[in-house]
């Protein structure tokens, strides 16, 4: 069972161009969720979706777009990329959203860097 | 609005000798509570949570948490700390929102 797999692991992107970072779950829960982690902010939410088709906003979530086509994948976009969105990026998933206090499962992170 | 503070940014302690991280919360209700661990270059891995019942909650490698509603706290401890416990911890809540972490406190066991 591989849980959550995210790509790239890695990324260095030039500013205003656009890039995708891709998520998939193989545990069929309902939820996922899209964090950055920053040093010494933790990690604060971007977008999250509690169940295929539909999608909200978290804390930070200007300059992002998600989708939920579908149970397994959760795809975020950066339309135009800027040098604060340098980050790692994790995505994570829980067999409930807002309605239960499932523990949340947690992706290997993509590293990106915006120049 | 929900919130979580780990006063610590880094814990020193000695191997064999016990540990704690602290955490203090505000949320509306009843708060759900967990423990995540973070290895370096990995994702976070859940360690243990509070939804309801009896206090003192038991996790993973041994770790376990004690809520406290008048002190609206969960601190995290471990009897006897190992060098391979080292790692950035997050304590995180949640009501009827979104899970929401704080900052992370960084433990270091020293052999």
């Known amino acids: 069972i591989a849980g959550i797999t995210q790509a790239p692991t890695s990324q260095i992107l030039a500013a205003g161009r656009r890039m995708t970072l891709r998520c998939t779950q193989d545990?069929?829960?309902?939820?996922m969720y899209w964090y950055r982690q920053d040093l010494g902010l933790g990690l604060r939410l971007i977008h999250y979706s509690n169940t295929a088709g539909t999608t909200g906003k978290g804390e930070v979530p200007d300059g992002y777009s998600v989708s939920r086509a579908n149970t397994d994948d959760f795809p975020l976009t950066l339309a135009s990329a800027v040098p604060s969105q340098t980050s790692v990026y994790f995505c994570?998933?829980?067999?409930?959203?807002?309605?239960?206090?499932?523990?949340?499962?947690f992706g290997p992170g993509t590293r990106l860097t915006v120049l | 609005a929900q919130s979580v503070a780990q006063p610590e940014d880094q814990v020193n302690v000695a191997e064999g000798n016990p540990l704690t991280v602290k955490c203090t919360y505000s949320v509306s209700g009843n708060p759900y509570l967990f423990w995540y661990v973070q290895y370096p270059n990995r994702g976070l891995q859940f360690l243990l949570k509070?939804?309801?019942?009896?206090?003192l909650v038991k996790g993973s490698y041994g770790f376990e948490a004690e809520f406290n509603k008048s002190q609206t706290s969960f601190h995290l401890k471990k009897p006897s700390a190992l060098v391979s416990d080292s790692a950035l911890y997050f304590c995180a809540v949640k009501g009827n929102t979104p899970l929401v972490f704080g900052k992370g406190t960084r433990l270091s066991v020293i052999a």
């Open positions: 509070y939804i309801t019942g009896d206090n």
């Open positions: 545990m069929r829960h309902n939820a």
């Open positions: 994570a998933s829980s067999a409930q959203g807002l309605a239960g206090g499932n523990e949340q499962f």
